[in-house]
């Protein structure tokens, strides 16, 4: 049976980047995430059904042969796509959650810094 590629994921961030400073404001990437979320249940949904319907096409012999050696090649890897697109989902939920949390962390870490310095200024004067 020959072997079917669906493509891989990249994702490319530019190397002036310091990704331990980069993070996400909720306010505008809330929206994102939930557009991409949608997506990826479209997708996973998507990929569920095309395993579903090409499992039953040979189950039901409609496809026979070499056609249905590679109906079966094609489910196989549709399932495993749509398991990915599950993962990918839940890797991208969990991490938007982390870097919410994180900024919201840097925001209130920076306040504090800045009134302790105008406490210090108070105090020195």
Same mark, same amino acid.
């Given at each position: 049976?020959?072997?079917? %590629?669906? #493509?891989? !994921?990249?994702?490319? /961030? =530019?190397? &002036?980047?310091?990704? #331990?400073?980069?993070?996400? @404001?909720? @306010?505008? !990437?809330?929206?994102?995430?939930? @557009?991409? !979320?949608?997506? *990826?249940? +479209? /997708?996973? &949904? %998507?990929?569920?059904? /095309?395993?579903?319907?090409?499992?039953?096409?040979?189950?039901? $012999?409609?496809? =026979?042969?070499?056609?249905?050696?590679? *109906? =079966?090649?094609?489910? =196989?890897?549709?399932?495993?796509?749509?398991? !990915?697109?599950?993962?990918?989902?839940?890797?991208?939920?969990? $991490?938007?959650? +982390?870097?919410?949390?994180?900024?919201? /962390?840097?925001?209130?870490?920076?306040?504090?810094?800045?009134?302790?310095?105008?406490?210090?200024?108070?105090?020195?004067?």
């Amino acid at each position: 049976m020959a072997k079917y %590629s669906l #493509g891989t !994921a990249t994702t490319k /961030i =530019k190397p &002036t980047v310091n990704k #331990g400073e980069l993070y996400l @404001d909720p @306010d505008n !990437a809330t929206r994102y995430e939930q @557009d991409m !979320a949608k997506q *990826f249940t +479209a /997708i996973k &949904t %998507s990929l569920t059904n /095309i395993n579903t319907l090409m499992t039953k096409a040979v189950q039901q $012999k409609i496809v =026979k042969g070499s056609y249905a050696d590679a *109906f =079966k090649g094609w489910a =196989k890897k549709s399932k495993s796509q749509a398991t !990915a697109a599950g993962n990918r989902l839940n890797t991208l939920t969990s $991490k938007f959650e +982390a870097d919410t949390k994180d900024y919201t /962390i840097k925001l209130l870490d920076q306040r504090i810094t800045q009134l302790e310095n105008l406490v210090n200024s108070m105090t020195n004067e």
